[in-house]
């Protein structure tokens, strides 16, 4: 069974990107993976992006992805994952 971003599984789950499958209960591994993941992608970004606007989208997703963590709320922390992935994307495409 091949499954997109956002649907369940028979047992529950969601398929979140980067192939992780979640259930919205906290797994503070699985959250520093997803946060890892973006920030990393983020890096790699670096070099496309104005250094102003990162860091304020920057400065934004950590507040976002900090108080999700803080709450042990486990879908916020994977959809800020995803959400500022796309956005930090956008952002370098806009400026390459």
């Known amino acids: 069974m091949?499954?997109?971003w956002g649907?369940?599984?028979s047992?529950?789950?969601t398929l979140?990107?980067?192939g992780f499958f979640i259930n919205d209960k906290w797994n503070a591994e699985q959250a520093n993976q997803r946060?890892?993941?973006v920030l990393?992608?983020?890096d790699e970004l670096g070099d496309k992006l104005s250094p102003a606007r990162a860091e304020a989208l920057l400065d934004e997703f950590e507040r976002d992805i900090g108080s999700a963590f803080l709450r042990q709320d486990m879908a916020?922390?994977?959809a800020n994952c995803e959400e500022y992935a796309r956005r930090f994307r956008a952002l370098a495409e806009e400026e390459d």
């Open 2 to 4: 091949v499954l997109s």
């Open 7 to 9: 649907e369940n599984r």
């Open 11 to 13: 047992d529950g789950q």
């Open 16 to 18: 979140a990107a980067g």
């Open 35 to 37: 946060i890892r993941v």
């Open 40 to 42: 990393a992608e983020i």
């Open 76 to 78: 916020t922390v994977t």
